[in-house]
Structures are given as C-alpha cells and as structure tokens.
C-alpha cells in the first residue's frame, strides 16, 4: 500500500515591523514547509496597522532568503574597501575583535573604542543592547544625533513633551495637514486614516512639502515650498489667523504663553513676506490659512522633513505653533502629532546597562563621524582618538553626512572595524571583521512605535540561515571574552524583556505575547493636553528656550543663541549662490529605507539608478536632457547623477531621492558625498536637506 507524504502546511505568525519607521506595523508572517518566511502582510485587527503595509516589506521573503546575504564570519585579506574577505570561523572572529578592543584600550584608554550603531532594527533589544557593553567597558559613549534631534528639540520647546493627539484621530479630521511627510512613500497607514476621513466625511487634506510627492500628488491643497521655508509658512498662517479674528484667544489665554508677543511679532510676517521666501503664491496661502482658522477639527501630521535643514528646530517649533493659535487642540480631529515617544519611559537598566553608565565618560556625536575619525579634536571632545569600532545596525559609509571626510576616516590603516550586518554594506566592505547577523523574525524583541501609541512583541519565528547570530549574542560573547561585567549579560532576550516590561509598570511577556501589541493610547484629555502642556507652567510657549534644553550646548551644537525664540524663518540655510546655484534636497524613496533593501532585485529596479529630479526650465538653461549624466557639486564633494525631468519642483530645487549604493555610483560616490556633517543647532543632526550645488552636463 502506498502512502503519500503530505508537507507541513503554511503556518501564519504574528511579527512586528523592525525598521526606521514610525507605523511599527503589526504583521502577520507566512512560514512555509521549508521554514523560511514567505508573504508578510499587515496585521487587521491593528487599528493603526489596519491590514496595510509597505510595498517593500510586504515581500521581506526576498530580502531575507536572499543568495547574496552573510551567513558565515569573514575576515578581510585585502585592502580595505576591496572586498576581499576569508570565511573564518566564530570563535576566530570574536577572539580578533576583543584583542584589537584590548589593544586600544592598552594604547589610549577604553574611550579609544567606539560602539556605534542606528536604527536598522528598532527592536530595543537587539538596538540598544550594544550600549550595556560600551557603559560596562566605559568605552567612549554613543550620542546620537542622525535623525531626532532637530525635530524632537522643536517639539519640545514648545509643547514640553513628546506626546500629541492619537494619529487615528485624523479619520474623525475635517481638514488633515502631512506637513513634511511624504506619507505614502515612508509611513503609508497614515494615507489610511486620512483617505478614511476624506472618504466618510468629506474632509481636505492638505500636504506641505519641497515636491510633488506621490503624497502631494493626492492632496485637494498642496502646497509647494523651497526647502527651510516651513516656518514662514507657518508664521504666515498665524498671522492671518491673527489678523482675521480667526485665532481662539479663549484657548491662547487657557493654554499659552507668550501670545501678545507673538500676535505683535507676526504683525509683519504676511502672506506677501512669505511668499518672497517659501515661493508659494500668497493667495495659497491665505486661502489656506482661512481654512484651518474656519475648521475646528484640523489634524497636523508633522514629519521629520520639517526639520532636515540648518533651521529645522525652529521650523518645527513654528508648525507646532500654528494648532495652538487656530485652537484646534480642543476637537476631536484636531490638534497635531509628530512623534508619541514621549508616552513609553522605558526601565533600560538591563537592555543599556544604565545602571553602570558613568556619566563622566566622553559622548562622541554620530553625526560627526567623519570628524571624530580623522581625528579632530573638538569632534573628539578633546579625549584620545578611535582606534576601534564595533558597528551594529546602521551603514555609516552610505547614510552619514559629510561623506569625503567619512571615506579618509575608515581608510585608517590604524582605525579596527567590526561589521555586524547582513549584507556586504559599503561600510562592511571597509571592515576587518564581518559578521552574520540575523534579521528580525529570527530573535526575539521589543518594539514600541513612534507614530502611534502601541508596543508590540515580535517573537523568533524561523532558524537563521548558515551562523547568523543576533546582535544580543555577539555583545554578550565579547562581554565574555572582555571581562565586562552586567547581569545582562547572562540572560535571554526574552529574559530581558519580560523584566523590562515589569519594571516599566506593563505587565509580564506571557501576557504581551499573548496579546501581541498593546495600545497604550493615553485618554483625549492627556492627549490633547486640555489638562496642561508638558511644561511646569502646563503651558505651550511659543518662545523657546533654546539653551534650556536638554543636550543643549552653546557653542557644540550650532549657533544656538542666534535661535529666533519666537516662530520665525531663521535664515541660515545654504541658500544658493553664484558659484552654488542650486538647492539640492536628499530625499527618501518609495523602495528603499535609507540604504536598507538596495540589495533586493524588485526594489532596487523599481527605484532604477541614481538619479536627480531637474525642473524642465532649470534643465534648458543649464542645456541638459532626460538622461543626461551631471555632476553635481557641493562644497564637500562630487557626485554623478542621472537627470530626470520633473515640474514638480519650484525653480532652483533639485532633489535625489535615493541612498544607493557606493558602487552603484559612476564614480564610486554616493548622495551623501554632498550634505554637510555641521551639528543643527540646539543639539546636534544633519542637514540633509539643505545643500547648495552646482549641476554640470558630463559628456558621453
């Protein structure tokens, strides 16, 4: 008798979402009979992931049974940057790198090692698990500045919390703002609450941005601005709403500070005045700013390319501004949300190690990489230079600023680098070491979103392929063989979190496990701050105290006592000149986050090869055509790029949308190659919207 062997069927699990993103999706993962992952989709009864995610990661299944991904130790036998790499074995690599630790430490001190990392995997474990061995080891301190500071130093100079209203709420919105967000390429459930309002209530939605993105392409208002122009936008609104009797003085004299200082500050900041500097028709912007003042339940999506330029603190601060004035904070639907960081005040001690951080140990500023490894010594706070470098989670030689300085920096014959990544990255190609590293359905983590108020658990689902192992094991192997001491160490990620979980106050990981995401969505009142902004006073202070700030640092981080207080256009933008006449803003792509998913197929041909978006006026008079290759010049280096034509731009902005990379590059340089590492004031960032080129026809 015959009998036939019938595979496992296809099993369903639920995940998280580990990228750089603010929707933290709920996903629900398809495991084959081969034990691999397959499709991955949102999870339905998420009532923010509601079912939708990302193009990019609903097929993760390529990325993560890619052919080209590490699955075994390596060490580099040629030049760095060659590629050329023997497999090794682990115990090998990790030997290696905790004596080339040992050795700089010998040499210099322990704050001659540097532990760097970013935001590849937000899981809070496997992220920040790397900074209990660099406070164990009192190696030189991780201060990161990339992304957050400029728009979270905003924020909180005026509403003194991260916090807002539930980003749900915009389906109950009549008018909803995505002000420097590009929903639809970057954080695609927010197009879901706002469609939802469209469709069931009839409501605007507006979309502030530098180009007509695929967001601003479904806009009823879009308004379309130079780069660093946000805040005189803004301004212009308020002063309107001022103007026209449209600001809710009842709600300023409740709930604000500061409000006759402004209305007479905004006396001279008219649609006209910002028309000269955003390039937006002052009409726009009157016919925009009556609609927020005549529409009680207006919604503000603020996102972080309010604040990728040199003014970006204040640009958020003023946009922040604006629901205050109009009053919108008292409706359901209204009011404004950039990040709910703020709700979640985790218990760190054993994923950080913050129990044995010494505070006195030097911080060294990401941002300034380039810098600190060519040895400057302001970057390098006057302290020895870095001779060792463990690199977790981010791809420094692609997505850091100031790329030239970047390049000589890892160039160093005496610098020792570890990658742990999961692919051959530009900056792995640079190491001395690299090592496998496991993608997120192979660990256990803990993940919390940023853009909307849930946590969620995101459980080991599969077997890594070949000897991929998880961030938390290789920190803990080299706390091992370094003699670091933490009881961190000794325990299971699962471990770690369910400890972290309790003594935050939520519970138990059983319970998290078996719920799979937690809303923790604070009540309408917290949330719409009706009992009080974050401030001692409980009020919002429309002038900020730049200086007081926490990380604020006269003198380190930009010219912070030049900072207007009160919302203004701040003028220190690399604004073009003779030699530089072009704006050049580095934007995000539809198929890429940052330099992560560059190495899958449909992804990188949907994105097709570097290139540069050219207003067809722009183009004529600099004598360029579709698919001409151009130079394009900062004055930090040189990038060649492919021109596409595009109108949606005002005249003088160019925009690349892409991190690809350095390979990809006629010339081996990548977009980064152009934006500066010069710290945004009041703590720190890059700017990397804000660069003045020059664009130059090449021949062939």
Same mark, same amino acid.
């Given at each position: 008798?015959?009998?036939?062997?019938?595979?496992?069927?296809?099993?369903?699990?639920?995940?998280?979402?580990?990228?750089?993103?603010?929707?933290?999706?709920?996903?629900?993962?398809?495991?084959?009979? =081969?034990?691999?992952?397959?499709?991955?989709?949102? @999870?339905?009864?998420?009532?923010?992931?509601?079912?939708?995610?990302?193009?990019?990661?609903?097929?993760?299944?390529?990325?993560?049974?890619?052919?080209?991904?590490?699955?075994?130790?390596?060490?580099?036998?040629? /030049?760095?940057?060659?590629?050329?790499?023997?497999?090794?074995?682990?115990?090998?690599?990790? =030997?290696?790198?905790?004596?080339?630790?040992?050795?700089?430490?010998?040499?210099?001190?322990?704050?001659?090692?540097?532990?760097?990392?970013?935001?590849?995997?937000?899981?809070?474990?496997?992220?920040?698990?790397?900074?209990?061995?660099?406070?164990?080891?009192?190696?030189?301190?991780?201060?990161?500045?990339?992304?957050?500071?400029?728009?979270?130093?905003?924020?909180? @100079?005026?509403?003194?919390?991260?916090?807002?209203?539930?980003?749900?709420?915009?389906?109950?919105?009549?008018?909803?703002?995505?002000?420097?967000?590009?929903?639809?390429?970057?954080?695609?459930?927010?197009?879901?609450?706002?469609?939802?309002?469209?469709?069931?209530?009839?409501?605007?939605?507006?979309?502030?941005?530098?180009?007509?993105?695929?967001?601003?392409?479904? #806009?009823?208002?879009?308004?379309?601005?130079?780069?660093?122009?946000?805040?005189?936008?803004?301004?212009?609104?308020?002063?309107?709403?001022?103007?026209?009797?449209?600001?809710?003085?009842?709600?300023?004299? #409740?709930?604000?500070?500061?409000?006759? !200082?402004?209305?007479?500050?905004?006396?001279?900041?008219? /649609?006209?005045?910002?028309?000269?500097?955003?390039?937006?028709?002052?009409?726009?912007?009157?016919?925009? !700013?009556?609609?927020?003042?005549?529409?009680?339940?207006?919604?503000?999506?603020?996102?972080?390319?309010?604040?990728?330029?040199?003014?970006?603190?204040?640009?958020?601060?003023?946009?922040?501004?604006?629901?205050?004035?109009?009053?919108?904070?008292?409706?359901?639907?209204?009011?404004?949300?950039?990040?709910?960081?703020?709700?979640?005040?985790?218990?760190?001690?054993?994923?950080?190690?913050?129990?044995?951080?010494?505070?006195?140990?030097?911080?060294?500023?990401?941002?300034?990489?380039?810098?600190?490894?060519?040895?400057?010594?302001?970057?390098?706070?006057?302290?020895?230079?870095?001779?060792?470098?463990?690199?977790?989670?981010?791809?420094?030689?692609?997505?850091?600023?100031?790329?030239?300085?970047?390049?000589?920096?890892?160039?160093?014959?005496?610098?020792?680098?570890?990658?742990?990544?999961?692919?051959?990255?530009?900056? #792995?190609?640079?190491?001395?070491?690299?090592?496998?590293?496991?993608?997120?359905?192979?660990? =256990?983590?803990?993940?919390?979103?940023?853009?909307?108020?849930?946590?969620?658990?995101?459980?080991?689902?599969?077997?890594?392929?070949?000897?991929?192992?998880?961030?938390?094991?290789?920190?803990?192997?080299?706390?091992?063989?370094?003699?670091? !001491?933490?009881?961190?160490?000794?325990?299971?990620?699962?471990?770690?979190?369910?400890?972290?979980?309790?003594?935050?106050?939520?519970?138990?990981?059983?319970?998290?496990?078996?719920?799979?995401?937690?809303?923790?969505? /604070?009540?309408?009142?917290?949330?719409?701050?009706?009992?009080?902004?974050?401030?001692?006073?409980?009020?919002?202070?429309?002038?900020?105290?730049?200086?007081?700030? /926490?990380?604020?640092?006269?003198?380190?981080?930009?010219?912070?006592?030049?900072?207007?207080?009160?919302?203004?256009?701040?003028?220190?933008?690399?604004?073009?000149?003779?030699?530089?006449?072009?704006?050049?803003?580095?934007?995000?792509?539809?198929?890429?986050?940052?330099?992560?998913?560059?190495?899958?197929?449909?992804?990188?041909?949907?994105?097709?090869?570097?290139?540069?978006?050219?207003?067809?006026?722009?183009?004529?008079?600099?004598?360029?055509?579709?698919?001409?290759?151009?130079?394009?010049?900062?004055?930090?280096?040189?990038?060649?790029?492919?021109?596409?034509?595009?109108?949606?731009?005002?005249?003088?902005?160019?925009?690349?949308?892409?991190?690809?990379?350095?390979?990809?590059? =006629?010339?081996?340089?990548?977009?980064?190659?152009?934006?500066?590492?010069?710290?945004?004031?009041?703590?720190?960032?890059?700017?990397?919207?804000?660069?003045?080129?020059?664009?130059?026809?090449?021949?062939?």
């Amino acid at each position: 008798m015959n009998s036939r062997v019938v595979p496992p069927a296809v099993r369903t699990r639920p995940s998280a979402c580990p990228h750089d993103c603010p929707s933290t999706c709920a996903l629900e993962v398809e495991i084959g009979p =081969d034990g691999r992952i397959g499709r991955v989709r949102g @999870a339905r009864d998420n009532s923010y992931t509601a079912g939708v995610i990302c193009a990019k990661v609903a097929r993760y299944a390529e990325r993560a049974n890619h052919s080209e991904r590490l699955t075994h130790p390596l060490r580099r036998t040629g /030049p760095k940057g060659s590629g050329a790499f023997a497999r090794i074995s682990w115990d090998e690599a990790l =030997d290696t790198i905790a004596e080339a630790f040992r050795v700089a430490e010998a040499a210099h001190g322990a704050e001659a090692v540097w532990p760097y990392y970013y935001a590849g995997t937000m899981g809070l474990v496997m992220r920040d698990g790397i900074n209990r061995l660099t406070h164990a080891k009192k190696y030189s301190r991780f201060f990161s500045t990339i992304c957050v500071n400029p728009a979270w130093s905003g924020y909180l @100079a005026g509403a003194g919390i991260l916090l807002g209203a539930d980003p749900r709420e915009m389906a109950k919105s009549d008018l909803v703002t995505l002000w420097g967000t590009n929903a639809v390429s970057t954080q695609v459930n927010v197009m879901t609450h706002a469609i939802r309002a469209r469709k069931e209530r009839g409501a605007k939605i507006a979309v502030v941005d530098v180009y007509r993105t695929p967001t601003m392409e479904q #806009a009823d208002i879009p308004l379309l601005i130079r780069p660093g122009t946000d805040a005189a936008l803004a301004c212009a609104v308020m002063h309107v709403l001022f103007r026209d009797g449209l600001a809710d003085r009842a709600y300023l004299d #409740a709930y604000a500070r500061d409000t006759a !200082a402004l209305e007479v500050h905004l006396a001279t900041r008219s /649609p006209d005045w910002a028309a000269a500097i955003t390039g937006l028709p002052a009409a726009e912007i009157e016919a925009y !700013a009556r609609l927020v003042g005549t529409t009680p339940r207006a919604f503000f999506r603020i996102g972080y390319g309010v604040s990728r330029t040199r003014n970006g603190a204040v640009n958020m601060h003023a946009v922040a501004s604006l629901p205050v004035v109009a009053g919108s904070w008292q409706h359901e639907g209204g009011g404004a949300v950039h990040s709910v960081s703020g709700l979640y005040r985790w218990r760190k001690d054993l994923i950080e190690g913050h129990d044995v951080r010494d505070p006195a140990v030097r911080e060294l500023d990401q941002s300034r990489i380039g810098a600190i490894l060519t040895g400057d010594r302001e970057a390098l706070s006057g302290g020895p230079p870095v001779t060792a470098m463990l690199i977790q989670n981010t791809n420094p030689m692609a997505v850091a600023p100031d790329q030239e300085t970047v390049r000589a920096g890892f160039a160093r014959a005496d610098l020792f680098v570890a990658v742990h990544e999961h692919f051959m990255t530009d900056t #792995a190609r640079m190491a001395d070491i690299v090592l496998p590293a496991t993608m997120f359905t192979e660990h =256990d983590d803990l993940y919390q979103a940023g853009g909307h108020p849930h946590i969620l658990f995101g459980p080991k689902l599969v077997e890594p392929p070949g000897e991929c192992r998880s961030n938390h094991d290789v920190v803990c192997a080299l706390a091992g063989r370094l003699g670091a !001491a933490h009881r961190g160490f000794a325990m299971s990620p699962r471990e770690i979190i369910d400890w972290t979980l309790e003594a935050t106050g939520r519970g138990r990981l059983d319970a998290l496990e078996a719920e799979r995401f937690r809303d923790l969505a /604070p009540d309408f009142r917290r949330a719409h701050f009706l009992d009080g902004f974050g401030h001692a006073d409980k009020r919002f202070h429309f002038a900020a105290d730049w200086a007081g700030l /926490p990380y604020s640092a006269p003198g380190k981080f930009g010219p912070v006592a030049d900072m207007p207080a009160l919302p203004d256009h701040w003028a220190v933008i690399e604004e073009a000149n003779a030699a530089y006449p072009f704006r050049l803003v580095t934007a995000p792509a539809r198929n890429f986050l940052n330099s992560t998913f560059t190495e899958t197929a449909t992804s990188a041909d949907k994105e097709g090869g570097p290139s540069l978006l050219v207003h067809p006026e722009d183009a004529a008079q600099l004598g360029i055509a579709a698919g001409d290759k151009v130079s394009v010049t900062s004055a930090r280096g040189r990038v060649e790029l492919v021109v596409r034509l595009f109108d949606g731009l005002r005249r003088g902005v160019v925009v690349s949308e892409q991190i690809q990379p350095n390979r990809v590059h =006629d010339g081996g340089r990548g977009i980064n190659t152009l934006t500066g590492a010069d710290p945004v004031a009041p703590v720190g960032g890059a700017a990397f919207h804000d660069n003045r080129v020059r664009i130059e026809r090449l021949p062939g």
